[in-house]
């Protein structure tokens, strides 16, 4: 069965840093656009970050420019997205999709459950 499994979420305090995994099974993620979304009680769903299928673009929300890196390593078939910096602001359920629009962010494949992203003091 094909899916998406994200880690790495938890508690951390403002400043600090976690390093979210999106995971594939049962296909491979070489050929896939891979986008971070995040979500916060009562918001709207936010794109975050996306990395084409070969790592050769990539793309953040203004809001985390700069303080966000996406990668990938498709040998391990996972997409990474390093946070650095947490401000409280970032507290979402984080979820990773396939992008099948090449990071437009308008047709999409699988989505992961999702991983809660805490910051605070």
């Known amino acids: 069965q094909a899916q998406l499994v994200e880690s790495g979420g938890g508690l951390v305090q403002p400043g600090g840093s976690l390093r979210l995994s999106c995971a594939a099974s049962?296909?491979?993620?070489?050929?896939?656009?891979i986008h971070w979304f995040r979500q916060a009680p009562g918001k709207e769903r936010e794109g975050v970050s996306c990395?084409?299928?070969?790592?050769?673009?990539?793309y953040y929300a203004d809001s985390v420019k700069g303080r966000f890196t996406i990668s990938r390593d498709n040998a391990k078939n996972t997409v990474y997205l390093q946070m650095n910096s947490l401000k409280p602001e970032d507290t979402a359920v984080y979820r990773c999709?396939?992008?099948?629009?090449?990071?437009?962010?308008?047709?999409?494949?699988?989505w992961g459950q999702g991983t809660q992203v805490t910051v605070s003091s």
């Open positions: 049962g296909f491979t993620l070489d050929y896939y656009s």
């Open positions: 990395i084409s299928s070969s790592a050769g673009s990539t």
């Open positions: 999709a396939i992008d099948l629009s090449w990071c437009k962010g308008t047709d999409f494949g699988i």
